[in-house]
């Protein structure tokens, strides 16, 4: 008995999965939103499991398109991480240049060079990425 029950679900899922489809509007998001969160905690290799990973990708989807995040500013950036780390702007004289120098580039006044990105990439551990996001 137990075991035909198990088909069913099975055989149930099995449907459910093959139903899902790109979600176009808020409501179809919600609705998958709430089915992740029921069976976030699905077994690997499961039915369950199987639909969890169509469905986050299926939010994702949803999620790229109608909410996208924006790159964050390098020199926002740049001036969070000195802050985590302690660091004051004097301490990037020797990679951007002289006290003036690094005070222009942290106001918007002077453009990072290449030479600057790469030393922030290493002293202040910024993925290149963030100063590559903005370009065009």
Known sequence: MINKAAQLLKLCISKMIKSLKLLKTEAEYNTAIKRTIEIFHAEEGTPESDELDILLL?????????YPISAPDPI???KLKLEEKGLKQKDLESIIGSKGYVSQVLSGKKELTLKMVKG??????ISADIFL????
């Open 58 to 66: 299926l939010v994702k989807d949803y999620e790229d398109r109608h």
């Open 133 to 136: 996001a903005g370009t065009k």
């Open 120 to 125: 922030l990439h290493l002293y202040l551990g």
């Open 76 to 78: 926002e950036v740049i």
